[in-house]
């Protein structure tokens, strides 16, 4: 593509038939040596407004392609797309609204549907993503629509929605369910854009982007600042690279040097910088990845994580990771998810939410039904669990916490026969089983 572009702006001229002719030729020289090939069908061509019928049509037909007055979509988005306009991206939000709805009738499970949104929906814009910066109205909507699908199997506005969206987009093993969140994958996908044109000097879009903006110096050390020691522009004295610091043809900082022209904070921060035995070029370094590269996948989980500052955890990443690593059926992994998020439709959190209900034990009517009330303390949890065949007499335990019940159990059990504990899979099929009754 250099090489085509390159031959490309060598015939910038008034358009006439020579150079129409010199056009098509050059793009058959392409296509030969590259072994590519155009489909004329698909292209075409624009003149500038003024120019006579006759000669468009003299010309189109030596370029041999249809004509157009703007250039149309390509891979579905628009080409001439002002970056600010909202109406511009909202074919892609009728894309996903689209193929929620055409999923109405499946009925899938939770983690059936997290798979089709984090796979097929995600995919579905990932075109656009990775070369727009989608304004945010746009990807608010599309991030609603996914958690509504999610929760509802459906994108309508109505009905409830029981966890926070931070909580869902965090890892699985951080207690979320790793939901994606558009505006953070088209931030991760344009900010890998930017690291790979920023780290290939041979790229022509490269120097156009050196040319057009200031080029930032002074960002190489970690703490982002440079201090000089006088007003003198430092690049009097031939110094207009890192290197230029070390004593010549060696890679040893020249300490008098940097004393002599930076202040004494950032010599210091220089001569404590690590120089790399090899021979490479200065490249942007990702920090949150060991091995440096900025990959979507790593940008994309800085952004999460640093949504979420200090997540209080209702279990450890170890026995969330057991969790879902275990063979249990998937919709008791999301049963016992919901419980520890606090997302479980009891009826004290419904009527909480401000629905008018009877929120009293359809079992023993007791005055508010929750999760430690239904799933421990009711008399009716009280016998099923005595009479499983884990034996568990719970009314030793009733001052702890229902979540820290659960939790404490389910670690017993995944450290004594790991992630396919049988004593685990009887502890949850006990609480699965009390919440089927219930629901009766
Ligand atoms: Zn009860």
Not at 19 to 30: D, G, H, K, M
Not at 287 to 313: C, E, F, R, W
Request: glycine share 4%; aromatic share 10%.
């Amino acid at each position: 593509m250099e090489v085509l572009s390159r031959m490309m702006i060598k015939l910038e001229d008034t358009a006439n038939q020579k150079s129409c002719e010199e056009v098509r030729r050059t793009i058959y020289i392409f296509c030969k040596i590259s072994g590519e090939a155009i489909n004329f069908d698909k292209s075409s061509v624009i003149f500038s407004p003024n120019t006579p019928d006759f000669v468009k049509n003299k010309l189109k037909q030596i370029l041999d392609t249809p004509c157009t007055d703007k250039l149309r979509r390509y891979l579905g988005c628009d080409v001439e797309i002002d970056g600010r306009s909202f109406k511009s991206f909202q074919p892609l939000l009728d894309k996903v609204q689209r193929k929620i709805l055409s999923w109405k009738h499946l009925s899938l499970s939770q983690l059936g549907r997290l798979i089709l949104i984090n796979v097929i929906l995600v995919a579905l814009c990932s075109n656009v993503l990775a070369v727009f910066l989608v304004p945010k109205r746009i990807t608010k909507h599309i991030n609603s629509s996914l958690m509504r699908y999610w929760w509802k199997g459906t994108a309508e506005v109505k009905g409830m929605c029981w966890t926070k969206r931070t909580a869902l987009e965090l890892p699985k093993g951080l207690g979320g369910i790793c939901l994606r969140n558009i505006d953070f994958y088209n931030k991760a996908f344009l900010v890998k854009q930017a690291v790979r044109i920023h780290n290939s000097p041979s790229l022509l879009i490269f120097r156009v982007m050196r040319a057009a903006y200031k080029y930032p110096t002074e960002t190489w050390l970690p703490s982002k600042r440079v201090q000089f020691k006088t007003q003198e522009a430092i690049s009097r004295n031939g110094i207009t690279k890192v290197m230029d610091l070390f004593h010549s043809t060696t890679k040893i900082w020249n300490a008098r040097l940097i004393w002599r022209k930076f202040a004494p904070d950032t010599a210091r921060e220089i001569l404590s910088l690590h120089i790399p035995n090899d021979d490479i070029d200065g490249q942007f370094h990702w920090m949150a990845n060991k091995n440096g590269q900025a990959t979507v996948k790593s940008i994309y989980n800085h952004l999460v994580m640093g949504k979420v500052p200090s997540q209080n955890m209702e279990m450890s990443e170890i026995s969330w990771k057991t969790l879902w690593r275990s063979d249990l059926l998937p919709k008791w992994k999301i049963f016992i998810w919901k419980i520890m998020n606090k997302s479980l439709a009891v009826k004290s959190r419904l009527r909480k939410r401000g629905m008018k209900v009877n929120v009293e034990c359809c079992f023993c009517k007791e005055p508010e039904e929750n999760e430690t009330q239904l799933f421990r303390d009711c008399p009716i949890s009280i016998h099923t669990w005595k009479a499983s065949p884990l034996g568990i007499n719970v009314q030793n335990n009733q001052h702890v916490d229902i979540g820290n019940w659960i939790k404490n159990f389910l670690k017993f059990f995944w450290k004594e026969d790991r992630h396919d504990s049988p004593g685990a899979r009887t502890f949850i099929v006990v609480l699965w089983s009390i919440w089927l009754h219930r629901n009766e």
